[in-house]
């Protein structure tokens, strides 16, 4: 039952309330593993981490963009064995 809007609700997520109650009392490690399970079920999407691979060592690093894809691509082939 949640307590904010005396409703009987058997999910406490429904209330934001209740999620943020529930949220706070986390561990640090219990937040990772619920982030670590969401990252998991979405699709790997190679050509979206190749091109932001490619920017970061670009922009961040000051590598060439002969030498950002490369590292983009292995960083790609690492991902998808």
């Known amino acids: 039952m949640c307590i904010h809007n005396n409703t ?4 406490p997520q429904k209330c934001y309330e209740c999620f943020n109650e529930i949220f706070n009392e986390m561990t640090y490690t219990q ?10 079920s979405k699709k790997f999407d190679a050509d979206k981490v190749f091109a932001e691979t490619v920017k970061f060592y670009m922009d961040k690093k000051g ?17 998808t064995k």
């Open 8 to 11: 009987a609700s058997s999910n």
């Open 31 to 40: 937040i990772i593993n619920h982030y670590r399970k969401f990252k998991k």
């Open 63 to 79: 590598y060439t963009k002969d030498q950002a894809n490369d590292i983009a691509r292995k960083v790609v082939e690492q991902r």
